[in-house]
């Protein structure tokens, strides 16, 4: 059974930081590409950064500089770290382990609010 366990959320003041766990089990870390993504209420979900096994990584154009992807393929964990949070950072954010075109693991997902 494949799980994916996010951590790490919570409330933060604006320019506060935040580090985000993707605990993975069920499936051969190693293999897959693994993501992070947010949603904000009223929008669609989007892509915030990616990291291949190898450790490449892609991030999206509104939080590069500020947040960093990782990977620890021995803990099968992959990390979001989160500096310099705006409020249009809040956002549930879920992990995501991909495999190929058309293998995908979602999280159950861990809401981030940044507030005063």
């Known amino acids: 059974q494949v799980q994916l366990v996010e951590s790490g959320g919570g409330l933060v003041q604006p320019g506060g930081s935040l580090r985000l766990s993707c605990a993975a089990s069920g499936i051969n870390f190693n293999d897959y590409m693994m993501g992070w993504y947010r949603q904000a209420p009223g929008k669609r979900r989007e892509l915030v950064a990616s990291?291949?096994?190898?450790?490449?990584?892609d991030y999206a154009g509104s939080v590069k500089g500020r947040f960093t992807i990782s990977r620890d393929n021995a803990k099968n964990t992959v990390y979001l770290q989160m500096n310099s949070l705006k409020p249009e950072d809040t956002a549930v954010y879920y992990c995501?382990?991909?495999?190929?075109?058309?293998?995908?693991?979602w999280g159950q997902g861990t809401q981030v609010t940044v507030a005063s």
């Open positions: 995501k382990a991909s495999l190929w075109s058309n293998i995908a693991y």
């Open positions: 990291i291949i096994s190898g450790g490449s990584t």
